[in-house]
């Protein structure tokens, strides 16, 4: 189990709805947000590209993807993406009517043989840069780059 040990790390687990849990021996974070007012094609790609960085992470670190998933919403249009470690791949159905509204963000990191912690940093980093860069999201880097503040210890 992972203790975060303050109340900013803490508020963005309960914002991004972040949960954890081990399937077959791998971790799976996942967690979802709402983006205000924001076209789902852009947040499409946006996605795609951290997706494409995430997998580049894991490997980088010694890990195995077994399965990343997102899934955008919007009243008139839904997007699902997902990979493997390898390609990226989306599935868009449209119906009639403006995609420029609220969107729903929902991501699955299901990942072998990386920290608990590290993953559940990828995946609020990603959040955090939804929300604050939409124009040029960064891309995943190192963690003490992006969290050096944070304080964490983990327990078995």
Not at 86 to 91: N, S
Request: charged share 30%; net charge negative; glycine share 8%.
């Amino acid at each position: 189990m992972v203790e975060f040990s303050s109340d900013t790390e803490l508020s963005k687990r309960g914002k991004y709805r972040i949960k954890t849990t081990i399937q077959e021996g791998a971790f799976a974070v996942s967690g979802e947000n709402t983006i205000q007012h924001e076209d789902c094609n852009k947040i499409k790609n946006i996605i795609e590209n951290e997706i494409k960085a995430l997998n580049s992470w894991v490997l980088d670190r010694g890990g195995i993807i077994g399965h990343v998933k997102g899934f955008l919403s919007a009243n008139n249009h839904s997007v699902m993406i997902s990979s493997t470690g390898d390609e990226v791949y989306c599935h868009t159905h449209e119906s009639a009517g403006s995609i420029n509204e609220d969107v729903l963000v929902s991501l699955v990191l299901i990942v072998f043989n990386v920290s608990q912690l590290g993953l559940e940093e990828q995946l609020i980093a990603i959040f955090d840069r939804l929300e604050d860069d939409q124009e040029s999201p960064r891309r995943i880097g190192g963690d003490t780059e992006r969290r050096s503040d944070w304080k964490f210890e983990l327990h078995r």
